[in-house]
T-cell receptor, first 113, second 111 residues
Framework: DTEVTQTPKHLVMGMTNKKSLKCEQH?????MYWYKQKAKKPPELMFV???????INESVPSRFSPECPNSSLLNLHLHALQPEDSALYLC????????????FGSGTRLTVV | DAKTTQPPSMDCAEGRAANLPCNHS???????VYWYRQIHSQGPQYIIH???NNETNEMASLIITEDRKSSTLILPHATLRDTAVYYC????????????FGAGTILRVKS
């Protein structure tokens, strides 16, 4: 299995809702990432997990809460989002360390209404 | 990580080689050059990476100048499916597993 699987593919949520994005990989990668991408912009790094521990938080607002329950799963819990949080949310995984490429999922298209 | 400079867009005829340049004049000795691409509405796709030597795989070739201040990604026979945004990224993993994307180059392959 050489894929990163993200669910759901599309999500519409209200500003008072709580929802979660899910990411799964079975490549034995021990680093996992969340990126946010607005239209016509490059992906922006949000969080990095290494060996199931949060190692980088790029000053992301607390309404985004990541979780890594095991080495294959990565969640992004969403609460009280704003319309400007509407974007494509990408998950990626890689081996820890230099010289390894990242494998990205196809993303979750999130719309906050 | 060193900054990179890429042209905003390029056109290439189908079947011809696409040569995408990247400047990274502040690169340090232990930083690798990575190339990714993103086809519309999909996640980025890893293409190739290198440190000093030229590299080739089934997708592309990476040519790094001797002073390492610039590189070129070569797609030998571009097809319409190679139309995408191509990102050149320089990084050193000890800064943290952190891949930061710049603006990239929009490559349009035309028939």
């Amino acid at each position: 299995d050489t894929e990163v699987t993200q669910t759901p593919k599309h999500l519409v949520m209200g500003m008072t809702n709580k929802k979660s994005l899910k990411c799964e990989q079975h490549m034995g990668h021990r680093a996992m990432y969340w990126y946010k991408q607005k239209a016509k912009k490059p992906p922006e790094l949000m969080f990095v997990y290494s060996y199931e521990k949060l190692s980088i938080n790029e000053s992301v607002p607390s309404r985004f809460s990541p979780e890594c329950p095991n080495s294959s799963l990565l969640n992004l819990h969403l609460h009280a989002l704003q319309p400007e949080d509407s974007a494509l949310y990408l998950c990626a995984s890689s081996q820890v360390g230099q010289g390894s490429g990242y494998t990205f999922g196809s993303g979750t298209r999130l719309t906050v209404v | 990580d060193a900054k990179t400079t890429q042209p905003p867009s390029m056109d290439c005829a189908e079947g011809r080689a696409a040569n995408l340049p990247c400047n990274h004049s502040t690169i340090s000795g232990n930083e690798y050059v990575y190339w990714y691409r993103q086809i519309h509405s999909q996640g980025p796709q890893y293409i190739i990476h290198g440190l000093k030597n030229n590299e080739t795989n089934e997708m592309a070739s990476l040519i790094i100048t001797e002073d390492r201040k610039s590189s070129t990604l070569i797609l030998p026979h571009a097809t319409l499916r190679d139309t995408a945004v191509y990102y050149c990224i320089v990084r050193f993993w000890e800064y943290g597993n952190k891949l930061v994307f710049g603006a990239g180059t929009i490559l349009r392959v035309k028939s």
